[in-house]
């Protein structure tokens, strides 16, 4: 605020020490007022600005466009136009960031969030929202729903090509005499069951290539019967051999 007169004088009125001495204390302590009253606005000419009693918390501007805050006598952070920067060290901590006028999102770090899409992906369509039922690889579960792995037909030719990558559980319906071809693609630890199913005639003989290992039993010889099913269960093992079982005609 302005410095308000110690005393109004009129006319031909006598100017005594004492009035004098008041009127230049009166501008002497207060002479911020003086030089920077409530109608004008103060250049601080990118001098700093000290805001607390210790003198370690204050604002400046001696970088042009750049406004500085230091608090605690660390440089804390930093505005230019369009842009509030936290330095080193420090933290900004909102409940609740706000996307821009322009309605485009937020953008951290070069990754753009808005209206629950991520980069382009939508939560719960591209990414998966959380779950608490979510299953894991690597630790011990109880599954209460039911779990399966569906049939992969495979094309019936002479040899029957099978691709351990593609499936677990694979089927074929053969309507010539078929070999069973070398698996390819094995994983240690794979398991699963194949079936060779007779077409409508039947009377086709079925073979397995030398990969497929059916221990002292050797190679089955399924029922040849019209549509009869031999169910095969497999494991590839740690060597990477595919021990394999005939489980019987169905």
């Known amino acids: ?25 009166n501008i002497l302590n207060n002479g911020e007022d003086l030089a920077w009253p409530a109608t004008k606005a ?13 003198g ?27 842009t509030f920067a936290a330095l080193s060290g420090s ?7 706000n996307e821009t006028t322009s309605a485009t999102g937020v953008n951290i770090d070069g990754l753009l ?13 591209d990414l998966q929202a959380f779950d608490s039922d979510t299953a894991k690889l690597d630790v011990d579960q109880s599954w209460t729903g039911t779990q399966s792995n569906t049939f992969l ?28 071809g070398a698996p390819s693609n ?3 630890g794979q ?24 221990g002292d039993t050797g190679n089955p010889t399924p029922d040849e019967t019209a549509a009869k099913k031999a169910i095969i269960s497999y494991v590839v093992d740690w060597d990477s051999s595919v021990n394999a079982a005939f489980a019987g005609d169905y």
């Open 56 to 82: 370690d918390t204050s604002i400046t501007a001696d970088t042009d466009d750049q406004i500085d805050i230091r608090i605690a006598g660390a440089d804390d952070f930093k505005f230019t136009a369009n």
């Open 91 to 97: 933290v900004i901590t909102t409940n609740t960031i």
């Open 42 to 54: 103060k250049d601080l000419d990118g001098f700093e600005l000290i805001l607390d009693s210790d």
């Open 191 to 214: 398991a699963g069951t194949f079936v060779v199913e007779q077409d409508g005639t039947g009377g086709h003989t079925t073979t397995w290539h030398a990969n497929w290992d059916f």
């Open 153 to 180: 037909e495979l094309t019936d030719a002479g040899p029957v090509v099978v691709d351990f990558a593609t499936a677990n559980n694979f089927y074929v319906t053969v309507t010539a005499d078929r070999e069973i």
């Open 113 to 125: 969030i808005k209206d629950l899409t991520i980069a382009s992906h939508i939560i719960g369509v």
């Open 186 to 188: 094995k994983t240690i």
């Open 1 to 25: 605020m302005a410095v308000s007169r110690s005393k109004s004088w009129i006319d031909k009125e006598v100017l005594t020490h004492s009035d004098l001495n008041a009127e230049f204390n």
